[in-house]
């Protein structure tokens, strides 16, 4: 029924403008310090689907009412569980005048490493290493490459000098 609310709302205002998803960090500040002592954040995973919940409520607003991006005329999201039990959303986002072309969404999205020229600068690109670049572990390799030597999910990917558009095959 989800499914069919959320093809008929694509039906009715066109294709997605954006495909966001979030993520819940249990190193965040509002779960690390609320943890009871002694306990990690899958211990206590009320703690991690209450703060998520708070943020993702946050995120909504800003792009639903407060139009960061730009006029709102369709969403809809779902919430879903990792295997780790962590809780992630993902959002699809259909715009008023959302870009329409490759060459648009760069406008939007950037997928650069941020220069380290000054400490602030810095700090996000720590953040940036730490949070938003790939690292293989055990999961990453099929049970028949025991020497790790390649990824399963094809990491690290080639540089792409230009934006491509996919939407097409939506």
């Not at 008929?8 to 509002?30: D, L, Q």
């Not at 800003?62 to 569980?81: A, Q, S």
């Amino acid at each position: 029924e989800l499914y069919a609310d959320s093809m008929a709302i694509v039906g009715a205002r066109g294709k997605p403008s954006f495909f966001i998803t979030m993520t819940c960090n249990p190193n965040w500040p509002e779960i690390q310090d609320n943890l009871p002592d002694g306990r990690s954040a899958h211990h206590c995973p009320w703690i991690c689907v209450r703060v998520f919940k708070q943020k993702l409520d946050i995120l909504l607003k800003d792009v639903l009412e407060r139009g960061v991006l730009g006029k709102t005329i369709g969403h809809t999201w779902v919430v879903e569980f990792q295997k780790r039990g962590l809780p992630h959303a993902h959002i699809l986002i259909i715009m008023e005048d959302g870009p329409k072309t490759a060459d648009e969404y760069d406008d939007y999205v950037c997928a650069e490493l941020s220069d380290a020229s000054t400490p602030q600068r810095k700090r996000l690109q720590e953040l940036q290493l730490r949070h938003m670049i790939h690292t293989c572990s055990d999961s990453c390799y099929d049970e028949n490459n025991t020497d790790h030597t390649s990824c399963k999910k094809k990491y690290p990917k080639s540089f792409q000098d230009m934006t491509t558009d996919s939407r097409d095959s939506f």
